[in-house]
């Protein structure tokens, strides 16, 4: 133990007990957890992925959204995208090997992101409906800066992929090594910095547009 | 006049300085009632996470025990800091080690706290503040005024007129939008080319060794992203069990902070980049920070330490509103504040901020965590007192007061006579100038007493019952 962990452990000691037993403090946290539904905002009332398009397009999160039925019209959904926002047709394609197999044709892609990105499209590993948050776990497949370098960013997300509320998204991966980065995405970037006015682009996306692929009913 | 007083009335006097308040702070407490008002489960949320705080700040040890076995399990190199100095000795040790010239850092109050911005530079790092409002203060040359808005006392005419001065190619800077393009623009090469990355932490997520960090603006993950090394600077206090407690802080924290369900990116962070990542850096550090959380535990201010840094306290501080965060003369302004820089900076040098506070009870009941602040705050004037660092003249008028107060004929007689003077210096109804109470009438007027003395109507009163 190095001097300075050992002087603060010493500090705390010397207000508090010896820590207690393992099974004493799991047994006081699971009464805690016990308690967490009860205090959860009622929001998903509905099918996750219809409160998750709902919340996504509120003007607390304020992206924009759309729904397709099948992934290979992804790519016709992020052209009309770009034309809507008079953009041009060269993307920062996330390196997936499920967008790699689409059909790009009509647009050049590339599989880094740049500093001054304009566009780059992705798939999310997943999303949240409570808050409208979109996950993304860092990988080979899913660099971390797609997310926050581009101007537009479009995002992928299967619906069978969104969690009802953020403890669901948790409990899926609970035990297993996180990636280096977790990241909950809610809506583009912000800042209300200056006067607490609230302005889009601030370092990260000025746009998200997400687009949920498939719906129970398919 | 002391220092304290001094900033206070130089606070008072400033023209604009009221209005930059009042644009920010209005906005975040409207936009907090409305969340608070859409989520009927508030107080019992609020009980949970200040029972959950509670059960970590309890059992710290283990809980610090548990997160540095697993965050040494992700890679992370973990150090710990007995005081704030120890801490920069080890960050700028880390940056001199990297042979780093230039490092970005997103915003955390540790940080200034521990006086990491100025450690950086007497060490001939180049610092560049990526959070927007820190960035303006760094042009300004400035500290934070906020802990969430911490250039919540610039007015955009004032921001403009730094970005013309700093940035290259401002634009017109017409609009805050403008403006927010411009830094963008400014600070973006800073961000791919910093050789380290430094950040804080919102949460240190014990079973899984990751930390937290919450923005709007996305600038702690391209801070922490494209450099060699991310480092973390976190008080111990930080802790959670797991990320389901963490979900349930995330709740209360965001909504109270700027009135949104979430922030815009919530990032967990665990250990250097893993193989096959295309981006994150090589090395990751997280520097545990005492820096006075073991004093306030022993001092018994544990309560304390379940602050999320959330920033409603101040937002509805009847005080802070009128003198904003300089005043305060440390890192922590507003209520919050007042009960933690006494224990960080002694007592005898912050006497003034426990007092600079009307108890009312705000602040405690916007508190997503239910510290009791004014308590708190009355335990510091009660230690004042007690070690008589109280002013003379307060003292003395306390003693005066007390003499009254024991014997009650005497009190009312004094106070219907004080009732009876004091319309003789109204005008218009009301009193902007009486002898004895100038500090009041300088900056605000005093209605006239209206109807006899409290017990005089109360006796009327009880009567007529
Ligand atoms: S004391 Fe409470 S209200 Fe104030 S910053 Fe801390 S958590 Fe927020």
Redesign the pocket.
Known sequence: MTDAKQAIFAAIRKTLPAPAPAPTIAAELSQLRARINATRPDRVSGPADEVFLERVQSPGVAATAERINSFDEFPAAVMRYAVRHNLGLDIALQPHPDLATLNWSGCQTHDHIGTDETLAVGLALGGIAETGSLIFHSSQISPTLFAFLPLHHIVAIPYKNIWPWMEDYVASFAGKSPPRNVNFVTGASGTTDIEGALVRGAHGPGWLHIVVVGSPGL | MNAFQGRVTAALADPTLKTAIDRTTNTARSKRAAAIAAWPEFAQARELGRDMKDHVIANMEYYLTMFEANAVKTGAKIHWARTGQEACEIVVGICKAAKAKSVTRSKSMLGEEIGLPHALEAAGIERVETDLAEHIIQLAGETPSH?IWPALHKTREQVGELFRAHHTDPGELATVEEMVSSARRNLREKFMAADVGISGANFLIADTGAICTVTNEGNAELTTTPPRVHIVTAGIEKLVPSMVEAMTMLRL?VR??TGAELTQYTTFHAGPKQPGDVDGPEEFHIVLVDAGRTTMLAEGLAE?L?????????NHCVVYRQIGGHAYGATYP???GS?ITPSLDGLETSQDLPRACTLNGQ?HE??????P?PTLIRGWRTKAWVQGYEPLHTAWALRIWEFFALRPVLYQLASNLALRIMPLFAKGGWISKMPLAGGWTRYRDMPIPQGGSFLAQYKKRQAAK
Do not use: K, Y
């Not at chain 2, 379940?306 to 101040?314: D, H, P, S, T, Y």
């Not at chain 2, 916007?366 to 510290?371: L, Q």
């Open positions: 802990i924290l109270s902070a304390m379940r602050c999320l840094r959330c920033g409603a306290c101040m507003g209520p919050m009960v602040c916007v508190c997503p965590v239910a510290i602040l």
